[in-house]
């Protein structure tokens, strides 16, 4: 008797609030939406037991810059996807072959935004997959769709964790799949950004460090006298004596940085780093 196993996804939904002054941001390309509508025909959608990931509505091009982010929230927000199963599309990264024009996939295999695009560069998100495919040789302009969880990213790429699986080779992605574009975005879209955040003054940290001396403040959610640090703000000025004496609501502008602590135990061990911070009150 053949037995099917359904595997659940969970779905991620964040939000923000406050108020402060505005920092501008670093100019960053806009992230490009899914090209899913206009594909051809829709082969099928993902199996019914299957809730899709739903990537986040705050992003650094609806976020408004006057709002403080509670850190919790930006937290949050940059590390959405990090430990979810996902469905992601995109091409295979690769130069087309000049023998029969088709594009290899390997047991790794890297999703690019553009089908043909060969440069290592390109790769959005890679896995290796858990079984090399039959069918290796495809059209460029195939779109390869891929699920599997969502690993610590390196080197500016999102990474599946090995064992993740080719769901289909076509015309199309399924419904409630995510662009390689869109998943990539999702973190590394913040990288550059200038924030404001809010949050508990948890202490100062110095570190002497052979290009000089580094200090550190850290911020736990505000108010929250016991809550974990969740964003560590590298100072770009001196720490003024105002944070320890009313630190349960401090405001600081920075940039947000790939120094990112990662944790899939909880998700309230995870870090976001900012740099070249200041104080903007409370």
């Not at 500016?156 to 799949?177: F, Q």
């Not at 200038?194 to 940290?205: A, C, H, L, P, Q």
């Not at 600081?252 to 998700?267: A, C, H």
Request: hydrophobic share 40%; charged share 20%; net charge negative.
């Amino acid at each position: 008797m053949t037995r099917l196993f359904l595997l659940a996804l969970p779905v991620a939904l964040l939000a923000c609030g406050g108020d402060a002054e505005p920092v501008p941001a670093a100019a960053l390309p806009a992230v490009p939406t899914s090209t899913a509508s206009d594909a051809p025909a829709d082969p099928g959608p993902v199996p019914d037991s299957t809730e899709a990931f739903v990537l986040p509505s705050l992003t650094p091009a609806t976020m408004d810059y006057e709002t403080p982010i509670p850190v919790q929230d930006l937290r949050d927000v940059v590390a959405a996807p990090y430990g979810k199963t996902v469905t992601v599309y995109g091409y295979v990264q690769d130069a087309p072959s000049s023998v029969n024009g088709k594009v290899q996939i390997g047991q790794t295999v890297a999703l690019a935004a553009e089908p043909g695009q060969g440069d290592r560069e390109a790769g959005l998100v890679t896995c290796r997959l858990a079984e090399r495919p039959e069918e290796n040789r495809v059209e460029p302009d195939a779109v390869l769709v891929l699920r599997g969880e969502v690993s610590a990213p390196s080197s500016g790429k999102m990474r599946l964790g090995n064992g993740c699986e080719i769901v289909s080779v076509g015309e199309a992605a399924p419904d409630g799949a995510i662009s390689a574009q869109d998943l990539h975005g999702a973190m590394f879209g913040w990288v550059g950004t200038g924030v404001s955040v809010i949050g508990r003054y948890n202490g100062t940290t110095t570190s002497q460090l052979p290009s000089g001396e580094k200090v550190t403040v850290g911020l736990a959610p505000p108010g929250d006298e016991r809550g974990p640090q969740t964003v560590v703000c590298v100072m770009a000025e001196e720490v003024p004596e105002i944070a320890s004496e009313d630190r349960g609501r401090v405001v600081l502008t920075g940039i947000v940085t790939e120094e990112w602590t990662l944790s899939l135990r909880s998700v309230d061990r995870s870090v976001i780093e900012l740099a070249d911070c200041h104080f903007a009150g409370r």
